[in-house]
């Protein structure tokens, strides 16, 4: 009898055996790819949120440090300032090898401007772009859409006591106030805020940019590699990538994905425990049967092979099964965690790697049980006859 024969006899005959061994392993692959499939899914979903929310690289005009001394006493350095960068100047980051890697460019201009005899900061932005950038910011009104709308921070609407609809002079202009910043927290509630080339007008800066704040998405390239390519085209400019934003998001992932590696790892331990428990009942079942195949002539490699043969047959299924159960739970589950953005992809990694070890388990854990079944002695196994 040949031992393919005798190993799919074994595993039909014995279906409540082979069904407990199959149920257990792909309980434990199941969860593995579930975990690793949402890990996968929310991780893409949050870096691409992140990568749109805030700006993580600053262009500044370029600035000059005179260090100040006298007597050898050190009194710091005076920073000179260059001109403002010119606008023209920012066609050339559409020119850069990583353009695309940019989610958001956001040119502002900033002066002050007058309002009821007094000096308030007015900034000038590209309203879709500066909105879009800065997503924490929350509106009562909405954003100016033409030349003649502003909108107010928080604290600038309570000192001047601004309201929605009100008409507002700025240096002799008239504006319509169209939204209230709500409060923020930081500068921003002490601003005003114009279309970019209304504020240019008001503060005689004509074709000039105060600073310009880019969103990089860093996941497919290092930030610092696309602030370099921007000092190239933009050479009267200080280019600064903000490190502890880009630091603090791959840091929050790594976390996430390794607590996923150690639940699944904890799953997959006692995945081959349940194997190696359940082959060592089978072994100690199976004396009399691997006395009689040792009688008739079967040598310790056929009983070696015949043993893990049962168990690599078993864990490939189940690691089949796994998989397949774990995509489907986690199309189930994404839902729950997240509003629908998240979505699941297929993942080839993933899915040779957890049939290919529901196999290696399954054989690693069964190796011992099959060591012990091959030494058995034709003699000491036929005494249980």
């Known amino acids: 009898m040949r031992l393919e024969t005798i190993v799919l006899q074994n595993l039909t005959r014995r279906l409540g055996r082979t069904a407990f061994l199959l149920i257990g392993l792909m309980i434990g692959v199941t969860t593995v790819v579930t975990l690793l499939s949402l890990s996968d899914a929310l991780s893409r979903r949050a870096q691409h949120e992140l990568e749109r929310f805030g700006a993580n690289i600053v262009v500044t005009p370029k600035k000059d440090q005179l260090e100040l001394s006298y007597g050898g006493i050190q009194l710091g350095p005076l920073q000179l300032a260059h001109k403002e960068i010119d606008e023209a100047q920012l066609a050339g980051i559409q020119q850069i090898p990583n353009y695309r890697n940019l989610a958001t460019i956001a040119p502002k201009v900033l002066g002050a401007v007058a309002l009821a005899d007094e000096q308030v900061m007015l900034m000038g932005v590209e309203p879709r772009a500066e909105f ?85 998405l860093c996941h497919d390239c290092p930030v610092e590699e696309m602030a370099a390519q921007l000092r190239s085209v933009l050479p009267d400019a200080d280019v600064n990538p903000v490190q502890q934003v880009v630091k603090t998001r791959m840091h929050a992932l790594g976390q996430f994905r390794l607590l996923v590696w150690g639940i699944a790892l904890t799953v997959i331990a006692i995945g081959a425990l349940l194997v190696f428990i359940t082959m060592m009942g089978a072994i100690s079942e199976r004396t009399r049967e691997i006395g009689i195949y040792r009688a008739i002539g079967y040598r310790r490699s056929h009983i070696l092979r015949l043993v893990l043969a049962e168990a690599g047959i078993v864990s490939a299924f189940a690691g089949v099964l796994g998989y397949l159960v774990g995509v489907a739970a986690t199309w189930g589950i994404l839902p729950l965690l997240d ?46 006859l």
């Open 339 to 384: 509003d629908g953005s998240a979505h699941w992809s297929w993942n080839p990694v993933l899915a040779s790697g957890a049939i290919g070890a529901a196999v290696v388990v399954g054989l690693l854990a069964t190796l011992q049980p099959a060591f012990r079944a091959s030494r058995l002695e034709p003699s000491a196994a036929l005494k249980s």
């Open 132 to 216: 879009k950038l800065k997503r924490w910011w929350t509106l009562q009104g909405r954003q100016p859409e033409n030349p003649a709308e502003v909108v107010a921070g928080s604290a600038v609407a309570e000192r001047y006591n601004l309201r929605l609809g009100q008409e507002v002079e700025l240096s002799g202009r008239n504006f319509t106030l169209v939204g209230l910043l709500n409060k923020t927290g930081s500068q921003d509630d002490h601003l005003l805020i114009a279309p970019l080339p209304t504020a240019q007008s008001l503060l005689h800066k004509e074709g000039q940019i105060s600073m310009v704040e880019l969103a990089a």
